[in-house]
């Protein structure tokens, strides 16, 4: 099935038999065809801001000429292969302040992948957000949650691991599963409002997966705490990595089986039903708009409507 939802679909070879070759990937930085994609904190790197505004390209820094800022890389993470040629990401965050970098500045700017990625070709989106996802995960993990010391990055920086002798344990990276689920009536669909959202915005309901329930179960478990419905038919949609900062959205429609709404004011500001027609007239403005374009749920929404879901 092709991908169809954003921030999938890299088309990498991930190339997992090569991570364990440190000395490999160090030869890579030798190699004219290899790239490397700085990271700052959470924030990609995208060419100067004129490009920006209607079509952001990231930046693919040839590692020939990027010597100086591999020795500045906290992390390097070998992601995987792109048409054969090796594409390495580089954590720069130990950078203060990379707009005054004298060879960071003159590249590009770094910005919050959220704030582009519906402008971005769909496997560049999806290469940036693996890569954000790991170096989220690799600032998160510098401790061993089973005896305290620090962990060493290994693997090509797929592994941590324990640096106490007695211990060794190694530290994989996670994606949190949440289930996110549109829930109809046949001829109308639940939204609900969380306060923090921008304005206007509505969305279908959502909620992590917890340990000792199914996916099906979180989802009736989610729709019942969150708005007091009944659901049955929960129907697998498609899924989203969503490395913001580290999940992974499993979406679904379920059917409900009550009418009556009861919202969990500690979860959402409101929640209510919607027909087809209100949705599809929604003024995408600070009354009412559907969710953003890049996430599941504003595709679970399009699918509803078209009678897909
Ligand atoms: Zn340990």
Redesign the pocket.
Known sequence: MPSINFYSGSGLDRAEHLRADAEWLIAQLANPTTRLLPLWRTKNMIEARTAMREAPRPVWLPSLKAAHLVELAEEMIFLGLRDGEVRIALDLSAVDEPAAHPDLAPLGEFVDLREIGPLLPRDEGSILAYARGLVHWHKTHQF?G????L?KSTNSGHVRR?S?ED???SHFPRSDPAVIMLVHDGDRCLLGRQPFWPPGMHSVLAGFVEPGESLEEAVIREVYEEVKLKVDRVTYHSSQPWPFPSSIMLGFSARALTSEIEVDERELESARWYTREEMLNSPEDETFRLPRRDSIARRLVEDWLKGEA
């Open positions: 061993c089973r005896c305290g010391h962990t324990c106490n211990c060794g344990a």
